[in-house]
């Protein structure tokens, strides 16, 4: 079955330090991959998408990813942790066009001063 | 509108009551998606449409739950005799077909509150 995991429901860094959300994805075919960030009572807010395209993907807030088909992995990181980056982050996999979203079950990323 | 609008943003009703969550997607976008978060969880998918048709509807717990789309604008998704296992967050996105990620567009979110 077409499954995301997330590794980590909680990740804990120090402001500055380099931030690493784990995502690897189940399926026979590279799929859409997407990180969504939520901040406490707001929507779901799109950090960056791999589409096939270059499988390093540059996001918005200084976030980038890469997908690695050998280990059907798409991990997010930062170089350097601000406070404002504590929030919720999802990993989500698309595997048919314009169809649903698969999430995993997030993890929330806490930084410290 | 700018973005995807949801209403009510938070509903709070008694167990066997009906409720009508609605969903008003960007202008022009073709698809529209329903999601259930519940909390501490990521979102899951319950339907979608493209245009006013209802392509897939998988995610759909039990037939307690249906969602229209009759002009392909907005949606409601409705959920009849409500039980207290359907407290969580709704989400509506919608997407374009013009740009081939199909990238979705989410809503704030309806939090619904059975007691």
């Known amino acids: 079955a077409q499954s995301v995991t997330q590794l980590g429901s909680h990740v804990s860094v120090s402001e500055g330090a380099l931030v690493l959300l784990r995502c690897n994805y189940s399926?026979?075919?590279?799929?859409?991959l997407f990180w969504y960030v939520q901040y406490p009572n707001q929507g779901l807010q799109l950090l960056l998408k791999y589409t096939s395209a270059a499988t390093l993907v540059k996001g918005i807030n200084g976030f980038e990813a890469e997908f690695k088909k050998s280990e059907t992995s798409f991990h997010l990181t930062k170089p350097s942790a601000h406070m404002s980056d504590a929030a919720e982050y999802f990993c989500a996999v698309r595997f048919a066009l314009g169809g649903k979203l698969i999430f995993g079950q997030g993890t929330e990323l806490s930084v410290k001063p | 509108g700018a973005g995807v609008s949801q209403s009510p943003r938070y509903k709070v009703t008694k167990r066997g009551q009906d409720v009508a969550l609605r969903c008003d997607p960007i202008?022009?976008?073709?698809?529209l998606y329903w999601y259930r978060q519940a909390l501490g969880q990521g979102p899951e998918f319950l339907t979608y449409f493209n245009y006013e048709a209802q392509q897939d509807k998988s995610g759909l717990p039990n037939d307690r739950f249906s969602a229209e789309r009759p002009e392909g604008s907005i949606s409601t998704l409705t959920i009849q005799r409500t039980e207290q296992r359907d407290s969580a967050m709704y989400r509506c996105?919608?997407?374009?077909?013009?740009?081939?990620?199909?990238?979705?567009?989410f809503g704030p979110g309806t939090r619904l509150t059975v007691t």
């Open positions: 399926s026979s075919v590279p799929p859409y």
């Open positions: 996105a919608s997407s374009t077909n013009r740009d081939r990620s199909y990238e979705q567009y």
């Open positions: 202008s022009g976008h073709v698809s």
